[in-house]
Structures are given as C-alpha cells and as structure tokens.
C-alpha cells in the first residue's frame, strides 16, 4: 500500500458545528503532516507529527485541534470555524528527511 | 529565514522544452524539491536534489546548484497533460515549504 486515504473528500459544514478530518497510510511512514491549501496558493503547513508526537505547530489557531491515536493515523478536529478557513486540508506523510506522499485532501465548506 | 521565488505562469506548446526556475534563500539546507499539481488534486512528487548537479529522470530533470540558491526543474516534449502548478519546496527539518508555484499552459 503507496497511498495516504483522506476522509471524507468533501464536507459542509456551519460555524458552530464540530467535524473531523481523517487521515491513514499504512506505508510505516513515522512522520505525518497537515497542510491547508487555498485557491491557487500553495500547501501551507500547519501540524507535523513525528513519532506520533506534535512535532510543529505552525502558530495554527485552536479552533483545529491534530490528534495523532497511532502511527497509521492522523485527524484533525474542527470546531467553531470560519468561513475563510475553507480550503483544500492535505494529509501527507513521510518516513522522515525524505519524500512526502500527499493524500488526495478533503476540501472544507464552511458556511 | 526561508524565502522560495519562482515564476508565476508560463505557457509553451506541445513537443517544446521548458525550464522553471526556482531561487531560495535559507538558514539551512536539506534539500529541494519539486512537485507537480494538478487542479484540484494533491501534489505528487516528481524531483529532489540535495547535492549539486543534475538529476534525470525521463522526461524530467532537475538542478540545483547549493552556492547559488538556484534550482530549475526541466520539462522535455511537452505534453498537454504537463499543464498544471510546479511547487518548488525547501525541506526544513522533517517538513516541505513550499514555493507559490508555477502554473504551466500546454497548448497545441
């Protein structure tokens, strides 16, 4: 398996609702990141995890929360969002200095 | 600091060359990279270099010259489906910064 799976593809969702981004690999890869990625811009990241351990936080308001449960899996929780944070959330990972893979991305509404 | 340059948009046609051009300034180098992006989809990995010189790989090749800051990725018998955004992107620890890309048009 050579791939990152991100669940779900699309969500709406209102400002007051609570939603999660979810992100599996089964590559053995130990480290495992979120971007986010605007219209026309490139990936901006936002959270890695190393060892399953939050290595980088990029200065990312709480309003998302990155919850790393084991080495295969990443999610981000979303809760109280804005409608400016709609966007394209990649999931990648990678076995460290190397290559990442990016999953497809789950691309966010938020009403 | 971190800082990645690179054209906005280029155009060519099919069967031609075309070269990108990627300038970086940083604090420490651990390689640079290039990836290819496609509208709405999620970029994939086409290049890496982390010592001088160049890297083939088919249709693709990449530069990098470290003492200069300078990378170029090289695109050779341009096909319509190269159309898409090249992200040049600077390894700092175990994370990609990426540049804001360049957005390749493929005509015939």
């Known amino acids: 398996d050579t791939e990152v799976t991100q669940t779900p593809k699309h969500l709406v969702m209102g400002m007051t609702n609570k939603k999660s981004l979810k992100c599996e690999q089964h590559m053995g890869h130990r480290a495992m990141y979120w971007y986010k990625q605007k219209a026309k811009k490139p990936p901006e990241l936002m959270f890695v995890?190393?060892?399953?351990?939050?290595?980088i936080n990029e200065s990312v308001p709480s309003r998302f929360s990155p919850e790393c449960p084991n080495s295969s899996l990443l999610n981000l929780h979303l809760h109280a969002l804005q409608p400016e944070d709609s966007a394209l959330y990649l999931c990648?990972?990678?076995?460290?200095?190397?290559?990442?893979?990016f999953g497809a991305g789950s691309r966010l509404t938020v009403l | 600091g971190q800082n990645i340059d690179q054209p906005t948009e280029m155009t060519a046609t099919e069967g031609a060359i075309v070269q990108i051009n990627c300038t970086y300034q940083?604090?420490?180098?651990?390689?640079l990279f290039w990836y290819q992006q496609h509208a709405g989809e999620a970029p994939t990995f086409l290049s890496y270099?982390?010592?001088?010189g160049l890297e083939e790989k088919g249709r693709f090749s990449s530069f990098l010259s470290r003492s200069k800051g300078y990378s170029y990725l090289l695109l050779k018998e341009l096909q319509m489906k190269d159309s898409a955004s090249y992200l040049c992107a600077h390894q700092a620890g175990t994370a990609l910064i990426f540049g804001k890309g360049t957005t390749l048009s493929v005509s015939s």
């Open positions: 270099n982390v010592l001088d």
């Open positions: 990648a990972s990678s076995s460290g200095a190397n290559v990442l893979t």
């Open positions: 995890y190393s060892y399953e351990k939050l290595s």
């Open positions: 940083t604090s420490g180098f651990n390689g």
